[in-house]
């Protein structure tokens, strides 16, 4: 199952600079994209996320933008900081009629990001 | 902030054992999830649950694996006689309304089965 890839497994930045992480879908039902952040020993977090009536969202350091004819959506975060070292996964949901407004996330394999001091 | 909390975090079981994973969902929440992670694999949805009922399971979710709301605050995950393969970390997850709203997560159980 592959409707949500990001290819790169890892990234390193330095402190200070931008941070792009990028994941590519297949499945054209999907109508809402999330990123989350997870450290080791702790579930996802949850950081952004955007409707595919947009193709930008802002939230302080973290903007993500789609591009629908695509099917790619990007993470920035700028500026990177030690902290933000992490693996980001990228997650998409569909509206299906089989399971209401369920919304299940189909989730990519992540990158790890490691932020340079 | 408030959080999905899941118990225990870490459980050792004996295959052909039952087991049973416990999750508190955010109090206002309405619908609810289990994950699961094979290590080194993807995150994959295995079963969604609103309104008392199971809304939507994915093919993981066979009859080993049963789902329950038995009060107003907890939501667990049983699996009735467990498979070395069951061996992941097992997330639970809820989300407040129907529409395009995040899900939060629990921080997991590690399952391990010998």
């Known amino acids: 199952d592959q409707q949500v890839k990001q290819n790169s497994p890892s990234l390193s930045v330095q402190e200070g600079r931008i941070s792009i992480l990028n994941c590519d879908y297949t499945?054209?039902?999907?109508?809402?994209f999330l990123w989350y952040k997870k450290y080791p020993a702790e579930g996802p977090t949850f950081l952004i996320s955007i409707s595919s009536i947009k193709d930008k969202n802002e939230d302080g350091r973290f903007t993500v933008f789609l591009n629908k004819s695509a099917k790619h959506l990007s993470l920035h975060i700028v500026p990177s900081q030690p902290g933000d070292s992490a693996v980001y996964f990228c997650a998409a949901s569909a509206l299906y009629i089989s399971s209401g407004s369920a919304r299940q996330l189909t989730f990519g394999s992540g990158t790890q990001l490691t932020v340079l001091p | 902030e408030p959080e999905v909390t899941q118990t225990p975090s870490h459980q050792v079981t004996q295959m052909g054992q039952e087991v049973i994973l416990r999750c508190v969902p955010i109090?206002?929440?309405?619908?609810f999830y289990w994950y699961r992670q094979i290590l080194g694999q993807k995150v994959e949805f295995l079963v969604s649950f609103y309104n008392n009922e199971i809304s939507e399971k994915s093919e993981i979710f066979d009859d080993q694996f049963s789902v329950e709301r038995p009060d107003g605050s907890n939501f667990t995950l049983k699996i009735r006689s467990t498979k070395l393969e069951d061996s992941a970390m097992y997330f639970c997850?809820?989300?407040?309304?129907?529409?395009?709203?995040?899900?939060?997560f629990g921080d997991g159980t590690r399952l391990s089965i010998l």
């Open positions: 499945n054209s039902m999907f109508d809402y």
């Open positions: 109090s206002n929440h309405l619908y």
């Open positions: 997850a809820s989300r407040e309304t129907g529409g395009r709203q995040p899900q939060h």
